[in-house]
């Protein structure tokens, strides 16, 4: 029994280590203004598309989605802003790790079709996002409130019970 759950933990810990390997490393924190203007491509593609236009942060203060601003004229003549959300892209940073040197690539994650689809970066998506995004903030700030009320008041009851058991 004791060789079997060795074994055990040596197998979990090797997927560990196999699922930690297969993930890009990380830098662990990213300059904003690096990330700003920082050339856009799409996946399997090396030709340039555009740039980092802006950042866009939720109440929390994490990076919700990013602005790219196409500038190749053989992708989309109309020079778009289109949002992409966090997760349909990603940051390669260069091999350099002095700040001044520091470069970001993003890589979207979307061909050019999947990017056309993408919302184009306008007034009416700014006050549409805005405007769900609190939502979603409201209600999840009143979930959490609701579920701490909940668990508080369950504590409660058993210290309660727990108390009048031990004076039975």
Request: aromatic content about 8%.
């Given at each position: 029994?004791?060789?079997?759950s060795?074994?055990?933990g040596?197998v979990?810990?090797?997927a ?11 830098d ?6 690096k ?27 994490t990076?919700q ?16 802003g ?6 349909d ?13 520091l ?5 979207v994650n979307l ?13 009416d ?6 405007q769900?995004a ?16 909940d668990t508080?008041?369950a ?14």
């Amino acid at each position: 029994m004791k060789y079997r759950s060795l074994l055990a933990g040596a197998v979990m810990m090797s997927a560990a280590a196999m699922a930690q390997a297969s993930q890009p490393a990380t830098d662990g924190l990213y300059s904003a203004d690096k990330l700003m203007d920082a050339d856009v491509h799409l996946q399997n593609e090396d030709q340039t598309i555009g740039e980092v236009e802006d950042l866009l942060f939720g109440d929390d203060m994490t990076l919700q989605a990013i602005v790219i601003e196409t500038d190749d004229d053989s992708f989309d003549p109309q020079d778009h802003g289109y949002v992409i959300q966090r997760g349909d892209f990603t940051v390669e940073t260069s091999a350099d790790t002095d700040l001044d040197d520091l470069q970001y690539n993003v890589i979207v994650n979307l061909d050019r079709d999947g990017l056309k689809q993408q919302p184009t970066w306008s007034n009416d998506w700014w006050q549409k996002a805005r405007q769900q995004a609190s939502q979603t903030w409201q209600k999840t700030s009143d979930a959490a409130s609701s579920a701490w009320q909940d668990t508080r008041q369950a504590t409660s009851n058993l210290l309660q019970r727990a108390g009048e058991a031990l004076e039975n």
